[in-house]
């Protein structure tokens, strides 16, 4: 049996985490990116003997734009400050005091910036763990002796789109609104894009406007998956962070201004807090990250890169609603982690019955069922997950979910769409919901069809001043 390790353990254990080169090899349109780390045995440690240092090797390979080199000083800070957010895939496994760079260098904001960005964005992780630390004691930078800051990007970057797609409903509503009118600056991006994203690219490229994609390769290290075997710490990383710079990178080579996403307003809500942290998921897509990340990039890497969330004014349940516009992409789209890479719903997980509850008022029974093969509401199975989507008491699920007051509107809304006579009537988990969370039954349930969740456009919480007012006007005319 696997013997689980602990925090306290593992930091006295393996003393430093380091961050020791950057390999860049050039090909013909290929730019194949390594970073090298390390993870420092003690030596002063119980039993150091029997330990090894952990070695790791990461890489980014990008298709570029043309067979031309690029001029190194114009995108080696995008290089280097991914190799620094990728730290934290590795440093996770001991939680090293030190992390020390031997690439570059981070000055005083920098450090204090990827510090509140490992320590927010591990959120979760050190609640799955138990890890009880303040930002304050979670690590320490360090600088090689005489390294330089890198250097700010010029390269001139046309007024064009870089739209991250993944397989879910949220970028394919980002690709449908700006289509119709932005087709000409529009160009896709994914990072080891799964079999429904590549079904988006096709469907894109082989539409009238003709709309291009970009792909890219991320490899982690496989040492990470027998770390994980042998009992060394493991959770979720910031990963849309991650997604980010290597996002800002590729827009450099291809010369694309405007990236943006497809993060809803959503995603600012926190799933429990622990110690006094409020432990987000998505915090990585959140609005405050986004602001701080687009300082940050806008400071060290290029001036003038606009990276956005162009659904940010919109919650889950109304981005659900203009999806239900575009019936030809429901064989297209899944939104299931666990079943991505076997292309399918797992109809097992929170995020499958969460996708299942917010599309279900537009969509209607016999098309949810079309696409999810079964009625997810018949479910017994998933009546725990349901409680923790519905009940503000629990610990919301981690995953990519929306907020307890959608959810619960999905749920009332969908009512309405049955003809029955008695609460036996409904299917088991909107009968769990009825009796759980009303007291005088059915009719308690009401709901307004011109709800705020439906109708709102967010005016403070968004970045509408950072962008060309006419992206945003796309989605404005929608709610009319």
């Not at 080169?21 to 003690?42: F, R, T």
């Not at 970057?157 to 970028?171: A, Q, Y």
């Not at 009940?391 to 619960?408: L, W």
Request: overall charge negative; proline content about 3%; aromatic content about 14%.
């Amino acid at each position: 049996m696997m013997h689980k390790k602990n925090f306290t353990d593992l930091r006295a254990q393996y003393s430093k985490f380091s961050f020791d080169e950057i390999n860049i090899i050039e090909s013909d349109n290929i730019l194949h990116i390594s970073y090298i780390y390390k993870i420092h045995v003690n030596k002063e440690a119980e039993n150091s003997e029997n330990l090894e240092d952990l070695n790791f090797t990461h890489s980014i390979i990008i298709n570029k734009k043309t067979s031309e080199n690029l001029p190194a000083e114009d995108i080696s800070a995008a290089i280097f400050y991914l190799g620094v957010a990728e730290i934290v895939n590795y440093w996770k496994i001991s939680c090293a005091k030190i992390i020390e760079i031997n690439t570059g260098y981070l000055d005083t904001y920098q450090k204090d910036w990827f510090k509140n960005l490992f320590y927010n964005g591990l959120g979760e992780f050190m609640y799955v763990n138990n890890i009880v630390v303040s930002e304050k004691d979670f690590f320490e930078f360090r600088n090689a002796d005489g390294a330089q800051l890198a250097p700010l990007s010029n390269i001139l970057l046309p007024e064009t789109i870089l739209l991250p797609v993944g397989g879910g409903k949220d970028s394919i509503v980002s690709y449908e609104l700006l289509k119709p009118e932005f087709s000409k600056a529009l160009t896709l991006f994914a990072v080891n894009p799964i079999k429904a994203t590549q079904r988006l690219f096709k469907k894109a490229e082989e539409s009238e406007e003709n709309i291009q994609n970009i792909k890219v390769q991320r490899i982690l290290d496989k040492q990470i998956m027998d770390c994980n075997k042998n009992g060394f710490l493991n959770g979720h990383v910031p990963f849309s962070a991650l997604l980010g710079f290597v996002t800002v990178l590729t827009s450099l080579i291809h010369g694309k201004k405007y990236i943006l996403l497809s993060n809803e307003s959503s995603a600012n809500e926190e799933n429990v807090i622990f110690e006094g942290l409020k432990v987000n998921h998505q915090f990585s897509k959140s609005l405050k990250f986004e602001d701080d990340f687009r300082n940050f990039i806008n400071k060290y890497i290029h001036p003038y890169v606009e990276y956005i969330s162009f659904l940010r004014p919109l919650s889950e349940i109304q981005i659900g609603k203009i999806f239900a516009e575009f019936p030809e992409n429901f064989p297209i789209f899944k939104s299931c982690n666990a079943g991505s890479k076997k292309d399918i719903w797992c109809n097992a997980c929170p995020k499958c019955l969460f996708a299942y509850i917010i599309l279900f008022p537009f969509i209607g029974k016999e098309n949810m069922i079309k696409i999810f093969g079964q009625d997810l509401f018949e479910n017994s199975d998933m009546k725990e997950m349901f409680h923790d989507l519905v009940d503000q008491s629990r610990v919301k699920p981690f995953e990519c979910v929306g907020t307890y007051s959608e959810v619960n509107l999905a749920l009332r809304m969908s009512l309405y769409h049955y003809d029955v006579e008695s609460i036996e009537d409904f299917p088991i988990l909107l009968q769990e919901y009825i009796t759980t969370y009303s007291s005088d039954g059915f009719e308690e349930l009401d709901v307004l069809e011109n709800s705020d969740e439906l109708t709102k456009i967010d005016e403070e919480n968004n970045n509408f001043d950072k962008i060309p007012s006419e992206f945003f006007d796309v989605i404005k005319r929608e709610f009319e």
